[in-house]
């Protein structure tokens, strides 16, 4: 039996709606296609699947869609993400979060928060790694693509792990989550501490031995865009003076306190966003290259195994 259109739901009818527009337009140049609301109508896999099929499916230029649901939120959450927020000085208007991940806040709870949505309608049907910091977050998904044949990720990148107790980590973000863990010491007794809770070692993952996220990218490319941060202050870091023998990010703020009288470092979020906002175009070191072209199908792969908790005993 066949359902006539008319008889199907209202969220059925626009996304085919949408569809058949861009079809029928046939356009030359690839449209910038703005969506608004575009969870209405839909339940929270249907809006799961708009937003792959929005990410990898439909032949425009970009997509800009606004969501008050979850289950919209976009694949790349370190750069896909602005966040529309009321003005506290002037309640008439908005404020336009370029850069939205500033809070200290782990994992998804934050924008959660900010969306007005509870982190239990998010949690039920996404698939997630989930890293140590915010870096991860928006580099991680950049730096796969770039890694290998730069299609667009089927899962999201969380931050929050190095906040979190092993127990809540496994819970906190999604149905299917692996664990990525940086390459020192705390990453060493952070991936013993899931495998404790249960985790399969086939869902955990580390850094190389003494590395993070940044010493996966061409060091000059990531000192350069430390620069163009540090140069809004009038300040600079010459490539030749960092520590070799510590993580680059690690070298940046060891100089920038001990010579530029930065008590804080550098602001890794800010300098992240600028990485990433290179898009194709950021390089990688070699180690990074090896590394990351192997991660992606071994994160795939694992994201294809649910598995089921069996904590061991203690010692």
Known sequence: ???????????????????????????????VLLVDEAERNLHYDAQADLVRVLTHELRVHKVLYTTHSPGCLPLDLGTGIRVVSRNPDDPGTSILSNNFWTNEHPGFSHLLFAMGAEAAAFSAFRRA?????????????????????????????????????????ISSVALITTFLVDGDGSGDIKKRQLEAEGVPRSHIFQLPKGKAIEDLIDRATYVETVNE????????????????????????????????????????????????SQGSALPLSAVGKRYLSSLRPQLEAAFRTHYTLFPSAPN
Request: include cysteine; aromatic fraction near 4%; glycine fraction near 8%.
């Open 1 to 31: 039996m066949v359902t006539p259109i008319a008889e199907r739901s209202d969220g059925l009818r626009t996304f085919l709606g949408l569809v058949c527009f861009l079809l029928a337009a046939n356009l030359d140049v690839p449209p």
């Open 129 to 169: 790694v989930l890293a140590e910091g915010v870096s991860e977050m928006i580099l991680l998904p950049t730096l796969l693509r770039n890694a290998t044949d730069g299609s667009q990720l089927d899962f999201q990148v969380a931050f929050g792990l190095s906040n979190l107790s092993a127990p809540r980590a």
């Open 229 to 276: 941060v540090l140069a809004e202050q009038g300040k600079s870091i010459p490539l030749k003076d960092l520590a070799t023998k510590v993580t680059v990010a690690r070298a940046v703020d060891d100089y920038a306190k001990s010579h530029l009288g930065l008590p804080n470092g550098v602001g890794h979020k800010i300098v992240a966003s600028r990485l990433a």
